[in-house]
């Protein structure tokens, strides 16, 4: 069969690669090229239904199997968290590598355990997914449409191929034109024993700039500063812009705050953490109070990131978290039925009983993780939905919030026209003309190499199981951009760490060169933000409407006279007349001689913090001594209005308070915090009160 003229094919690594390539083809109008990785080829050519094994179907497959598979020796761990990901791991190593299992089983009881599960994650799979291996063997039946289907194939960009694949390319090899495009990357030895055309060119040479920074956030504050100094001063485009570590993980959250700051659409190639984003943060919150249980403090974050429609809380009227006390943390199931059970149509905002939905709320949120999945669909809707059920099936219920706090999403800026932040790997498959390297530290770039967690190296050899080793593949990385580059490479490490302690210089960069010391309160040349630009200019900071008045602040918060910071007010205030009209415990008296301010904030305006979201162990004697407080003067009201104190006999007295330490008991445990039941009657039982 004729190759087809007008149809070429181009195997790029990474999707920042094939959306870079595509946009181009778009541009050039370049009809009848089709740019896929190379597990995309082998699908096209397999045709039919045919499909690969993604990971979300993939986790689902595993999460299904693993409790009905017997695992031998991995049946002690196989429900715990983190198992999913790790035989997710291990599962796409070994297809990759193309090892056989089925046929490796009796070498290792290990392997029978993968095995066993590997066919167990098969049956579990939709029909037409299929391994790589038998992707291969799909297409290579089908091999002679290659022509048809494909084209030329160019691949561009790729420095390994893994085993599973290579049989599929020495046949296409065999029927249309393929052409292994370099450029200065180093090719893999194997390919030499393949009839392939390899096309390279030669080495770029960028300006190459070293320097050094205080700490890793400082490293990422100078990247910044880099990256907005080459778009606003020099012009350059957006595009062309590229910051890259070995692994990103450790700056996500530095390069996240500083974006916004910067007002910079950087693109984070790798994707952001689902937690960062309003929905991810709704789906955290309903899963604190499923793992952690009940809070007060959880219970408004859910109702504040709630606020999707048709959700449980929309049939509770405006404002009624009003009726929950402000110091009872409300951190148990019979805390809230406490609250519950005194709960009257007036005390709802619009003077109608809405305790039953409430109810219903407290007893479905009650369930727990166990019921996860019911719980995700009641409280939510869209995007949070989503998110909730793929960390279902990442992981066990119980450990939903660390699941959650690993999940990434696309950030939604467009990766061809907007300064990037990405791993190395993707950088080294698509080059940028401006290039900034950061973690350029010992242990960090290149990282050590470490076993499978499931198939150590003693079962298989990491040679066998992974060709190219994650230290490997960092070098091979750190060279490849070196030569890609067009321009400017700037190397940046960190020479302290978080603690303080210091770090190694990176063994990439070779013997000690000149190297740029940024210091971590040098004035930079360009500020990445307005509030950069003030801290760098103290001048103008001084200025500044909002720092006069917090050096104002700070000022008279250590003069003896009293200013307005201090909250001078008029005389005869209406609120300070009536606050000092009621009747002063020792706590206010105190309170009132000590800090004035602090008095009127309390009892006057009704601020106060919330106690701790967690009930105590035991009272505190701060609450021991109210709690005795409150008794007694409850008993001594009830004394003075029946007959008085002095004419009350022993047995009077002793009822009095026996009857004021009930009533008290009931007011506290509405309001406040208790410690658990035992302690709690023990408490009020023991002698301690009566």
């Not at 098969?122 to 091999?143: F, I, N, W, Y």
């Not at 530290?441 to 198939?455: A, F, M, V, Y």
């Not at 060169?513 to 309160?521: A, D, F, H, K, W």
């Amino acid at each position: 069969m004729s190759t087809n003229p007008n149809r070429r094919t181009i195997v790029a690594h990474g999707r920042l690669a094939v959306r870079e390539m595509r946009l181009n083809a778009a541009r050039q109008q370049l009809h009848g090229l089709q740019i896929l990785s190379f597990e995309q080829l082998a699908v096209r050519l397999a045709g039919g239904f045919a499909r690969a094994i993604d990971d979300e179907s993939l986790r689902t497959a595993i999460q299904v199997s693993l409790p009905e598979t017997p695992l031998g020796e991995l049946d002690g761990i196989k429900l715990l968290p983190g198992m999913v990901d790790a035989a997710t791991d291990t599962l796409r190593k070994v297809w990759r590598s193309g090892i056989n299992l089925a046929a490796r089983a009796h070498e290792n009881p290990r392997l029978e355990s993968i095995a066993r599960l590997e066919a167990a994650v098969q049956e579990q799979l939709a029909p037409g997914m299929m391994r790589p291996t038998d992707l291969v063997s799909v297409a290579l039946k089908r091999v002679v449409y290659a022509p048809a289907v494909l084209g030329s194939v160019e691949i561009v960009g790729i420095t390994e191929l893994s085993p599973s694949w290579r049989p599929l390319l020495v046949a296409l090899a065999a029927h249309v034109s393929v052409v292994w495009v370099a450029g200065p990357r180093p090719v893999p030895e194997w390919l030499a024993a393949i009839d392939i055309k390899v096309r390279r060119s030669p080495a770029l040479a960028p300006e190459q700039h070293m320097v050094s920074a205080a700490t890793s956030y400082h490293e990422a504050i100078e990247a910044i500063r880099w990256a907005r100094a080459l778009i606003v001063t020099d012009g350059v485009n957006p595009a062309d812009i590229a910051i890259a570590a070995a692994s990103p993980g450790e700056y996500d959250d530095h390069f996240l705050a500083l974006r916004a700051d910067a007002n910079l659409d950087l693109h984070f190639v790798h994707g952001i953490k689902v937690t960062t984003t309003r929905e991810g943060q709704a789906a955290a919150a309903l899963a604190d109070i499923l793992i952690r249980g009940f809070s007060q403090t959880r219970m408004r974050r859910l109702v504040a990131l709630c606020r999707s429609k048709n959700n449980p809380f929309e049939a509770l009227p405006a404002g009624w978290l009003r009726i929950l006390p402000a110091d009872a943390p409300l951190a148990s199931l019979s805390a809230w039925d406490r609250l519950l059970s005194r709960l009257t149509p007036a005390d709802w905002p619009d003077e109608q009983d809405h305790t039953p939905a409430l109810r219903g709320i407290v007893d479905l949120l009650g369930k727990g993780y166990a019921a996860a999945d019911e719980v995700g669909a009641a409280f939510l809707t869209g995007r949070a939905l989503s998110i909730w059920r793929k960390a279902l099936l990442a992981g066990p219920p119980v450990s939903l919030d660390t699941t959650l706090e690993n999940l990434k999403q696309d950030d939604g800026l467009e990766a061809c026209v907007s300064p990037a932040w990405m791993p190395a790997s993707e950088l080294a498959a698509s080059p940028r003309r401006y290039v900034r390297l950061i973690g350029l530290n010992s242990s960090r770039w290149p990282r050590g190499i470490s076993e499978d967690r499931l198939l150590s190296d003693h079962i298989i050899t990491t040679a066998e199981f992974d060709p190219l080793p994650i230290n490997a593949a960092d070098r091979r990385d750190f060279e490849t951009i070196l030569t890609t580059t067009e321009i400017e490479v700037t190397m940046s490490r960190a020479r302290r760490d978080s603690d303080g302690r210091l770090l190694g210089r990176s063994a990439l960069l070779g013997p000690v060169t000149e190297e740029n010391y940024i210091g971590r309160n040098a004035v930079p040349a360009h500020a990445f933000s307005e509030t950069d630009r003030l801290m760098a200019r103290p001048d103008e900071f001084a200025n500044d409407s909002q720092a006069i008045s917090a050096l104002t602040t700070w000022r008279d918060w250590h003069r003896k006279e009293v200013t307005p910071h201090d909250g001078l007010i008029r005389a005869s205030h209406p609120l300070l007349l009536d606050i000092l009209a009621r009747v002063q415990s020792a706590s206010s008296l105190r309170l009132l001689l000590r800090s004035p301010l602090s008095f009127v904030w309390r009892y006057g305006m009704r601020l106060q913090m919330p106690e701790s979201g967690r009930e105590p162990l035991v009272l505190d004697p701060l609450a021991m001594g109210d709690l005795v407080h409150i008794t007694l003067d409850f008993a001594l009201q009830t004394l003075e209005a029946n007959g008085g104190l002095a004419n009350a006999g022993d047995a009077q007295i002793s009822d009095a308070i026996e009857v004021a330490a009930r009533s008290v008991a009931g007011i506290w445990e509405n309001e406040r915090a208790v410690p658990p039941p035992v302690i709690w009657r023990r408490t009020l039982g023991s002698g301690l009160i009566l």
